[in-house]
């Protein structure tokens, strides 16, 4: 069975401060593909970034940036220079086949100005 | 339409009713995901559909809960003899290929069901 874990429920830093957000994930499956989603205020998700299992090269998107390590089955997202409107709720994912995505539960981050 | 869309975006009902929430995946996109979101939680997976192949029901909680594609295209999940527990928001998303092949999952905003 697959399963994500994200360990923190709700973080809560102040404007600029850098984030990570956890993701630990388990699996049978020898491909796979991880996934972060945002989920603002509004609602709907928002895809993020989609890494499979067999590149773990990091990578850096702006202000955001993803450390893949298999060794360790992380899959954890930083947010550089934090803003107000980063404020969401993060999910981190796991899909290994043809059927849905299995969510961790959420992490909500709060950005106080 | 230009994302996916659900409807309605609102629901109150009592319990022992039934319940349908649509979901208009966004054009050409051949799989169809339902989620339900319960407070606080993560996504629970419930329904996968892909093309005209017979779905995915293994995440369905019970069998009040059932689901239909028609054509391909809208998707109907049905909540028969609605209960308390069954308050959450529904999600649907759908994607351009399966996930298999690394499709990217576009969600709508979601049906908030709440059963009193």
């Known amino acids: 069975a697959q399963k994500v874990t994200q360990a923190q429920t709700e973080i809560s830093v102040v404007e600029k401060e850098d984030v990570t957000l956890d993701c630990v994930y388990e699996t049978r499956d020898t491909t796979y593909y991880l996934f972060w989603y945002k989920q603002p205020p509004s609602g709907e998700l928002v895809f993020l970034i989609r890494r499979n299992s067999f590149d773990e090269q990091n990578e850096i998107s702006g202000r955001y940036s993803w450390n893949f390590q298999k060794s360790t089955s992380s899959f954890n997202f930083t947010i550089t220079a934090s803003q107000v409107v980063d404020s969401a709720v993060y999910f981190c994912?796991?899909?290994?086949?043809?059927?849905?995505?299995?969510f961790g539960k959420g992490t909500h981050l709060i950005i106080q100005p | 339409g230009a994302g996916v869309s659900q409807s309605p975006s609102n629901k109150v009902t009592e319990k022992g009713k039934d319940v349908e929430l649509r979901c208009d995946p966004i054009?050409?996109?051949?799989?169809l995901y339902w989620y339900r979101q319960s407070l606080g939680q993560g996504l629970e997976f419930l329904i996968y559909?892909?093309?005209?192949?017979?779905?995915?029901k293994s995440g369905l909680p019970s069998d009040r809960f059932s689901a239909e594609r028609t054509g391909g295209s809208v998707s109907t999940l049905t909540i028969q003899r609605t209960q308390q527990e069954d308050s959450a928001v529904y999600l649907c998303?759908?994607?351009?290929?399966?996930?298999?092949?690394?499709?990217?999952?576009?969600f709508g905003e979601g049906s908030r069901l709440t059963v009193l």
């Open positions: 994912a796991l899909g290994g086949g043809a059927d849905g995505l299995t």
């Open positions: 559909f892909q093309g005209n192949s017979a779905p995915d």
């Open positions: 998303a759908s994607s351009l290929m399966p996930l298999t092949n690394t499709g990217e999952l576009f």
């Open positions: 054009s050409g996109h051949t799989a």
